[in-house]
T-cell receptor, first 115, second 114 residues
Framework: GAVVSQHPSRVICKSGTSVKIECRSL??????MFWYRQFPKQSLMLMAT?????????EQGVEKDKFLINHASLTLSTLTVTSAHPEDSSFYIC???????????FGSGTRLTVV | AQKITQTQPGMFVQEKEAVTLDCTYD???????LFWYKQPSSGEMIFLIY??????QNATEGRYSLNFQKARKSANLVISASQLGDSAMYFC???????????FGAGTRLFVKA
């Protein structure tokens, strides 16, 4: 079945640094990628939608300059957390629609800890 | 606006018994899909089952079945013969037909007791 490979699975970074998270679709073309954020014991909150070849669409309240999203190709979307702070610590997960998968395909998630 | 409500923060079930996880929804869309996902402690989201709003029969996938009551706007997940590996967070979700965005409920944490 469709697979979205997400890396890294865990990352610890220092305050003020930037972290890049990659989601790569395997065996299918992901023209759209959804980026979610999940705080402990809470639901998934949609942050933004990236589309290959165009600017990402951010949800209300999400800082575009802090969470840079790039959809460089039909198989790769990246989320860069810039100038990370401890409050950015969270679980980030991506999801892509594939024609053959009604439930969409999720990456395995990235647990970011900013110290 | 769309909304998903899961009122059970946590549920306990004895191994081998059945359990129902509640989900109600609100939408102005005429055509939509309802989903259930499982999230183990490792974090990945596992798609379990799908129900289309115009599907006349309730969806079933192995030990999972979806009790769809359109008039009540409910889409409860029934897990039969619970197993220890079923212990996880379960999320109910909805997406308009033809739409891209999926909204999720708050989730229910299921604990299966041996």
């Amino acid at each position: 079945g469709a697979v979205v490979s997400q890396h890294p699975s865990r990352v610890i970074c220092k305050s003020g640094t930037s972290v890049k998270i990659e989601c790569r679709s395997l065996d299918f073309q992901a023209t759209t990628m959804f980026w979610y954020r999940q705080f402990p014991k809470q639901s998934l909150m949609l942050m933004a939608t990236s589309n290959e070849g165009s600017k990402a669409t951010y949800e209300q309240g999400v800082e575009k300059d802090k969470f840079l999203i790039n959809h460089a190709s039909l198989t790769l979307s990246t989320l860069t957390v810039t100038s990370a702070h401890p409050e950015d610590s969270s679980f980030y997960i991506c999801s892509a629609p594939d024609r053959g998968v009604v439930g969409y395909t999720f990456g395995s998630g990235t647990r970011l800890t900013v110290v | 606006a769309q909304k998903i409500t899961q009122t059970q923060p946590g549920m306990f079930v004895q191994e081998k018994e059945a359990v129902t996880l509640d989900c109600t929804y609100d939408t102005s869309d005429q055509s939509y899909g309802l989903f259930w996902y499982k999230q183990p402690s490792s974090g990945e989201m596992i798609f379990l089952i799908y129900q289309g709003s115009y599907d006349e029969q309730n969806a079933t996938e192995g030990r999972y079945s979806l009790n769809f009551q359109k008039a009540r706007k409910s889409a409860n997940l029934v897990i039969s013969a619970s197993q220890l590996g079923d212990s996880a967070m379960y999320f109910c979700a909805m997406r308009a037909t033809g739409g891209f965005k999926t909204i999720f409920g708050a989730g229910t944490r299921l604990f299966v007791k041996a």
